[in-house]
């Protein structure tokens, strides 16, 4: 008889049956296993960020206070405490990701296991179909089968395929969701990893601080009289001031005189403070060994950015050979252009406006007056020109992470950097303006 007894049908039945738990206890141990990996890894973070907001708020406090001994010391511990917390908090982060990717990862490789033996299962059955629908009704009889039993058993392949094709669509459709969640988790890491490069730097950071701590230490004995004699003697006159390099990447160093020119004459056209306009300039030519030894047909986004920088140097008479670019990092594309370091395809979508403040016809973002227009819009549209320190500070983040990435702790400290930079240029520029 065929009805339920035959092999075919029993093992498919059973094959469904075991294949949908074996998945789901598969997947429901890995789900805990990440899930609960993450979970540790986020109440880690947590702690982090909470002692980092405790740092900012040690520094926030004692640079309000007039500058003495015990507050710069101070000041710089909080900083390198500050850093190092940062740096662990963004290990963590890179963690946590990593463990969302390999769940992933895992539940993709169950998912095509599931499909390479569901289409074999599938596969056998449609070969089975088609004997059954091979057989004539005087074959049945001849064969002495109930009919009965005969078409209750083609109705039983019939579910079977049917829920075979339907779970086999399913997978399908899981596993191009996952992949897709995958995909996103991998840029997320890369992100994260990039900074990586940066935390580097930011180490370099720490071991000058300390040095520096070391050496207040040393040269004042401890005593504040010593210090405060040792602060007015570094105090810059106006014309030292005025006639001190302002390093451009991209472009040769202005004067800092120069240099407030322009970020004054911008900052008045487009909102933003100058000494800001001068932090985030700065900064940016701080920023790594990278910027200006690059080449553009190598460093360069071959679609996005490659044949809109031809366009730019096409029509300032530059051979695109011979002009200064960002060089491309191991982890994404360089091409970024001048002391403002805009890459071609954000630069073009700034183009008219700038011709249109400084006169240019054709604005040129090696050219520094170019370079600091354009920044000092940038900052506007990010929301600087509201003139508060956590407006600016923002504005920063978002010119360096853009919006999406701007809230993230893990690049607080490039917001950080522009702001104490942008402190020290206000003073500069009280000095002058006494």
């Known amino acids: 008889m065929w009805k339920h007894n035959h092999p075919l ?20 141990t890995a789900q805990e ?32 206070q007039s500058q003495s001994l015990e507050r710069d010391i101070a000041i710089i511990d909080a900083e390198i405490k500050k850093s190092e917390l940062s740096i662990r ?4 982060t890179i963690s946590k990701l990593s463990v969302d990717i390999r769940g992933k990862e895992t539940t993709i490789v169950s998912l095509n296991e599931k499909i390479i033996k569901e289409k074999k299962s599938l596969a056998q059955l449609l070969k089975k179909r088609n004997e059954i ?24 392949f019939s579910s079977i ?28 890491r890369t992100a994260e990893i990039e ?81 800001f306009i001068l932090g985030v300039i700065a900064e940016e030519s701080n920023l790594g060994q990278n910027v200006g030894t690059g080449n553009w047909k190598t460093d360069m986004h071959p679609t996005r950015d490659r044949p ?25 594309w360089g091409g970024a252009m001048g002391p403002a370091q805009f890459i071609p395809s954000t630069w073009v979508m700034y183009e008219k406006r700038i011709a249109s403040l400084t006169g240019h016809s054709v604005p040129n973002p090696w050219d520094p007056f170019d370079a600091f227009t354009a920044s000092a819009m940038l900052l506007a549209d990010n929301g600087a020109k509201k003139g508060t320190r956590s407006s600016e500070n923002l504005a920063a983040l978002r010119y360096f992470a853009g919006w999406t990435n701007a809230s993230k702790p893990a690049y607080s400290f490039y ?20």
Do not use: C
């Open 308 to 332: 809109v920088f031809q366009q730019i140097t096409e029509r300032l008479g530059f051979d695109p050979d011979m002009m200064p670019v960002s060089k491309k990092p191991w982890y994404g």
């Open 89 to 92: 908090a963004r290990e963590i």
């Open 9 to 28: 049908i029993l093992s498919a039945v059973i094959f469904l049956m075991t294949l949908s738990f074996g998945n789901v206890v598969f997947a429901q």
């Open 195 to 275: 900074l990586k490069n940066i935390q580097d730097r930011e180490k370099k950071k720490i071991e000058q601080q300390k040095a520096e701590k070391k050496q207040i230490l040393n040269v004042s004995k401890g005593e504040e009289a010593i210090y405060q004699k040792i602060l007015k003697a570094k105090q810059k006159s106006a014309a030292e001031i005025r006639s001190e390099l302002f390093t451009l990447r991209g472009s040769t160093a202005i004067s800092f005189e120069k240099a407030l020119e322009y970020a004054t004459l911008v900052g008045k056209k487009t909102g933003v403070r100058p000494a």
């Open 133 to 156: 629908d091979s057989f004539s009704l005087v074959e049945v009889i001849l064969s002495n089968k109930n009919l009965s039993d005969f078409f209750e058993d083609v109705d039983m």
């Open 33 to 64: 296993q990440v899930s609960s990996r993450r979970n540790q890894l986020e109440s880690e973070l947590t702690v982090l960020e909470q002692e980092i907001a405790h740092q900012q708020a040690i520094l926030d406090s004692k640079k309000a």
């Open 415 to 434: 917001g950080d950097e522009v702001m104490d930079l942008a402190d020290m240029y206000q003073k500069q520029i009280d000095i002058l303006n006494q």
């Open 161 to 188: 395929e049917t829920a075979l094709s339907d779970s086999f669509s399913q997978i399908e459709e899981t596993k191009t969701v996952t992949n897709v969640q995958k995909e996103s988790l991998v840029d997320k």
